[in-house]
């Protein structure tokens, strides 16, 4: 035994967690080491017995253990729980008389006494070893056991708290907080009451419970709200529908949730009023939090119970004094607002007397209500989606009280109830939960609040609270949430009063963590202390002696930020982040640590001044607290009962005997809390843990310093946090509080001044989150892996960087000087609470440099970071990853220490400059942001070629140059300011140049070193200004490592002011030395905006501008490319008139080739001109389409008018082709109708003939002489009637006009479109330039627009880019043309037509554009058909003299390439004579039909063979007929019909169904079986595009005829004329093509002269016979 127990003062043994225990605080005590194999890391204690966990999780037990079977022989010694071994403990707990432990896992086990069901096992009344208890969740399914992170045990109950933060309950009694009436509860039950909360920790006491809640912020929204009740498994809400709106009502009244009082022995109902007080509503500050289940009631349940039941005089005095009517709590009238909180200062309603009525009625409703029902209960989802409760508007108070009494009788309170969250949402004094239904709060939650405040008010000192509130309204006002169109039905006088600020709002209290997504690493201050169970001597802290069957916020604690609660047998404490204690409950040996009355309410211990309590626990009648004194080493302080010698017997005597002694040893109790003197002894104690009579310290050695240096880091933040705390309460809050503030202080000081504030409260924050975690780290880990100052520094780091530059803004506006009034007046002429806050050494300072002083002292906690964390690092191996961290850490904060103290500097510096600056300047340049770098006012520095007697002043400030003169001053913003030095050739003179975007000047320096200095330091400034260091980022390096010279070439806005076309405009982007080049936006004060690229300061490149057009209120928008600050190039131009202009610009006018569309939708626009233009007017060629009047116009124009030649066509078939003059139709034309009546002669205005002419008629009669009249309605005529056939038998007597002679010749139609292909490639005249120039021009074309195509890539396919990369080459050549060559020229040619990115492409794109705009629609005219295909041949022409001028190795058309000789004729030697004696081998054509078409064509196709099936129709249609009426011959008929010789005639056919092979015999029946691979390849012509290759096709098909006819034949054959026709004739016609007639005209007109009298020439010949003769074939 005597080995066991060794006086703490030996140092033998390991170096943690080292255990002392002791008994009460005589000076005689001395405690005892408990030896132990291993570091202890936790220890509980009950009221005879205690448990240890030790490292490595193994568990002992030592003192009196009943439990056990067999009795252990030295009760103080720790035995081992060998039940546990091979479990991983990692949390122990004792209760009085049982233990319990929690596994790594999750997992638990019990083990003691079991009598009241507190082990959670049924059956058995102790359980004598560690026992697994399953805590299942009984809610999910399948049901899920909950892992367990921690425990808490009382005398006849147990609390855990899941990993889900939920607290389970088992036991008995009615701590549990569970809706249960029958004990004990064996398995392990939710306490509902505080499902959907984040509890932070649980204690218990004898018979009642505490939980530690984080308050509900933004991060619960994700809990999903509860619909359902979870008693009675009912609806919360419900929903009416009526016609005009919806109802949604929370007023479920759940049956369960009663409970038996003490007192009646008997089942009460709970009376409504309770229901509605009692209920935990929601906390000071707006963290949302909501009530699940009713509460209980009170014993004060009837209206006429006594009315100061708990209240006190002075909350009634307040509350007259506030106007509101003095009411007593248990009336259900009490819960108005307006209570002594509010500080409003009317009474909130139209007339008392109404209200008093209204109220007396209202109570005996309540009355008769309480008769019959048991109460309604307004159940509050527990979870995520409500409003809080809000402390503000009138009308909620109006709202709730009403709608609580009357319940469910006054339907009409509903819609109000709704209405009431609806104006929760939107006023001041409502924060709702972001994501809730509207209008669920329950008419609970309000009344109660008002209760609480009330008392609150009555305990805290009055100021604080009226702070509290203002804060509280200040972050509803940051939180709120806007819900659209709920308010139709309230009506606006209502909104106005509700709505009414009612003080100043001052934010103090920043939400959540420092920075958002820190809020889960750092520990939470906003908290709320939770306490139910029995309340004999107010444990609970509610204020009364009630026992609660639910959870109940302690309202007073809210705020305190509590970081820990403890419970002792009859008495809680609760430990807050300043490191203060709250205590409350049974006092009877000053265990509460104050001798203030009464205990029912949480009150601070007396802890002397400057001693920072951080670890508290609680025993039977003793408290513990464990404190930072006034060195590093932790001091121990005891309150409570003095155990004396023998008194551990005590408890085998009756019961009555110990009753005397209790109160005997009431006088032994402490009257404040005591130091233990021998607390010095034990070294770096980490924990204190009480329990019984007991007291246990865990310490620890200080190895290396290492403990020691932890220590003091954590002391030295939590005297920081007090400290912060104390400056925030004291001087922060009562100077923003000031009626005077506003008036002394400048709106913009003001401003700074609240923004000062809220970064000091973050600061404050964060100081006060890492103190807890830093006091959490002491408590368990003591390690470096968890300081949240190495993981997080950079949260550190900006949250003071900010600070401090906040502090700086503020100084430079000369805050602190203004502040001096405010402040004398406030905190008088003694200035000590000031001087001492803020560490002032200097004698009699003034009030300002003392608010300084007070405001920077923040920053100085820097170097004490570097300090400590710099001395934690010297506990490490140079070399090992901790020290690394914490060296880096340490020259991090050391590093902003020294920036910070240079900001100070610059700011100081700056302020005395505006102090002594001129007045009038001050205002308009004092920015709180800038800050003085350097200024010329000694001369150093002079303007070149002032004036003798001007004022020339240069100050650079960090964001700006300013040179002021006499009476005016000029701003050049550092971000557009270059500067270079000039040389000092031989003139002698110190200059710079400083060039702005709209001056430049310079500026002579007295000598060379001013001239250095004031370079170097305009180039810092300007290079920080662009790095954005100038305001607001940490540039450590001050000057030594940075490159001397700002880029010339940078990003900036800036607005112009000179003026000019630019005066008042703002541009942002790119500059290159003082001038915008690069992309950028460019905006005018009247809305004009250009955003694109420039160059040398204008518009250059590609770019989009907008321009507002006032009197339509409409934009004109152009995209397109620009030219020395004009539209110039391709572009698009939109007017607001609905006009777009698509085409060339020129100096900003259309100029050059480009398409109007007119009419308010592009798609059906009722005009479009495609064609030339010429300064902005329609000049040259164009086609102008009439849509509204069906008619089209192509032909020449000028300024805007049609003059010159041209040709109309109209929708009626109208054609008219002849002069036109003044836009009219002038001179002479000819005028065709639909049935070919013409007119030939003099024309005055649109259709309108004047003057002589012919006129035929269709069938060749024609009258000759003069004509006057518009065309259709009558003409007047004068002249002879001929009639020419009529006796001639011949009948071809018409006799056709010559179209076209008066028409534009096709050479001369789009000339624009080809210029502007020749300029792109360099040549201002078509044909004449530099090959390798135009090269170039493609390669600078395709490269830039594959770039602007690479900013959006969806622009273009895959196999589009492929196309644009293999066009970068360009196809060399040296020497002769080959055939080789050719095709790689052909191939290129097709590519570089497949994209209109290349000058070629985009010339093809162009054509086909104006070909398809010329022929379609009104222009699909059979007359036009010549001109069209004339338009098509002067296209190839034109593209082959540019393919030329690209290629000249190109032999000109009709030029030839030689085939290329075989190898062996080469190899024959020169001398040899048979050579030349070979024919020459035919060689290619070059012809511009060949190479081109095949491009051109397809695209053009279907316009142009439109026209030619419009010409040729009725010559199709007789062919078309005959070919019908011929195929429905069988094959064998037809065959001897067209006279094809019987020889030809297919015997058999091939046969694909049969076996392979076999033939089927021709029958006579057989139809279209003949030659039937011959008509297959005949159809294939109407699917080819060019002459060529339908030639082809042609020969194919010979071909095929030829193959068949051998094989018939069985040999070789040659055809005459006069077999072959017959057989093609048979084929022609079985292939049925439609539109053959088109087919060879088209053929006939682009087909490649060099072919006409070949080969393909006769073949062609053969079909066109066939056409002809197939449409004069008679069937005999």
Known sequence: METQRKSSGDDSGGERGLLHTWKGYSYSVTPERLLLPRPVLQVALGTRHGVLLVEGGQVYSFGELPWKQSQVPEPEKPTLESALSGQRVVAVAAGSFHSGAVTEDGGLHMWGDNGSGQCGLSGLSTVPNPTPVAVVDSDTSPPQTVPVLELACGEHHTLALSAQREVWAWGSGCQLGLNVTVFPVWKPQKVEHLAGRYVLQVACGASHSLALVRCLGPQDTHRPPVDKCRQCNQLLYTMTDKEDHVIISDGHYCPLGVELTEDEGMLEV?????????????????????????????????????????????????????????????????????????????????????????????????????????????????????????????????????????????????????????????????????????????????????????????????SSSTGDIREEEAEGLRRRLSLPGLLSQVSPRLLRKAGRPRMRAVALTPLGGAVPETQEVFPTLQTEVWSWGDCEHGQLGHGDSLARLQPQCIKSLNKKEVVRVAAGAHHSLALTAQSQVFSWGSNSCGQLGHMDSPSTVPRLAKMSEGIRVWDVSAGERHTLLLADGDCIQPIIYYSGQQVKEGAEESHAKDLGQQEEEEKEEQQSGTQQPVLLPFCMNLRYVSNVFAGGQRCVALSDRNVMGFIASLHELASAERKFYCKLCNIKTQILRPLLELDSLSSALSQVALGLLQTLAGRFSLLCHLTGQHAASLTANLRRGRDVKSLLILDYADIFLDSYHEYCSTVGNFQVMGGFQTLTKPSLDFFGKSPELLQKLSECSEENPTMADLLVALFYLPTRHLHEYGRLLLKLATCFEVCSSDYQKLQDSCSKFEALALLLKRKRKDADYTFHFWKNFPGKMTDSLRKPHRRLICESSNKALTLQNAGRFSVNWFILFNDALVHAQFSTHHVFPLATLWVEPIPEENNGLYGLKVITPEETFTLLASSPMEKAKWLRSINQAVDQALSGAGQDTASVSSGSGQKLEPPISRTASYTFYKDGRLKEATYEGRWLAGKPNGRGVLKWPDGRIYTGTFKNGLEDGFGEFVAPIKTLNKNDHYQGHWKDGKMHGLGTYRYASGEVYDGSFQDSMRHGHGILRSGKLNTSSPSVFIGQWLQDKKTGYGVFDDITKGEKYMGMWQDHLRQGTGVVVTQFGLYYEGAFKDNKMMGTGILLSEDDTTYEGEFSDDWTLNGKGVLTMANGDYLEGSFSGEWGSGLKVAGSYFKPHLFDTDKDKTRPVKLGRMCVCAEDKWRAVFEECWSQLGCEVPGQGDNWKAWENIAVALTTSRRHIQDSPEMLSRSHSRTLESLEVIPQHVGLITMERYHTIRLYLLKACDTPLHPLGRLVETLVAVYRMTYVGVGANRRLLPQAVNEIKSYLNRIFQIVRFLFPDLPEEGGLIPEPTTSLQDKKEPGSTDAPLESPKPGRVVSSSALLLPVLLPRLYPPLFTLYALDKEREDDVYWECVLRLNKQPDLALLAFLGVQQKFWPVSISNSMPALGEKQPVLSSTKDACFASAVETLQQISTTFTPSDKLQVIQLTFEEITQEVQSLLKQDFLWSMDDLFPVFLYVVLRARIRNLGSEVSLIEDLMDPCVQHGEHGIMFTTLKACYYQIQHEKIT
Do not use: I, W
Not at 301 to 321: G, M, N, R, W, Y
């Open 270 to 462: 709970p009376a409504l009023t309770q229901g509605l007080k009692t209920s935990p509503s929601e906390p000071v500050l707006p963290s949302y939090s909501s009530t699940s289940v009713s509460p209980v009631p009170d014993k004060g349940a009837e209206p006429s119970s006594d009315p100061t039941h708990h209240q006190d005089l002075d909350k009634e005095e307040s509350a007259l004094a506030n106007g509101a009517l003095p009411v007593s709590d248990s009336d259900p009238s009490t819960q108005l607002k307006g209570g002594a909180a509010l500080g409003v200062k009317n009474s909130p309603y139209p007339d008392e007397q109404a209200v008093k009525d209204y109220l007396k009625k209202l109570s005996e409703v309540e009355q008769a209500a309480k008769t019959t029902t048991s109460g309604l209960h307004t159940v509050l989802p527990s979870a995520g989606g409500l409003a809080s409760s809000t402390h503000g508007s009138t009308l909620n108070s109006l709202v709730a009280s009403c709608a609580s009494a009357v319940g469910e009788r006054v339907a009409s309170t509903y819609e109000a109830l709704s209405l009431k969250k609806m104006m929760n949402f939107y006023l001041p004094s409502g924060a709702a939960r972001p994501g809730s239904p509207a209008g669920l709060t329950g008419v609970v939650a309000d009344n109660n609040a008002e209760r609480v405040r009330q008392e609150d008010s009555m305990q805290a000192k009055k």
